[in-house]
């Protein structure tokens, strides 16, 4: 779970940073939303 989370840190970090630019805002929201994805499925394990 630890690693996931770390995967899902520098996936919301990355998907940020793609989405300011015009050129890759639909890989930097793909990103975001499976940061989401990760952050809900740890969250779904621990409870």
């Known amino acids: 779970m630890t690693i996931a989370m770390l995967a899902a840190f520098l ?4 998907g940020v940073k793609l989405a ?3 050129q890759t805002r ?5 990103m975001i939303v ?3 994805v990760i952050v809900m499925n740890v969250m779904i ?3």
């Open 11 to 14: 996936l919301l970090g990355g």
């Open 34 to 36: 499976a940061a989401i």
């Open 45 to 47: 394990w621990t409870v």
């Open 26 to 30: 639909a890989k930097g929201a793909l």
């Open 20 to 22: 300011f630019s015009r």
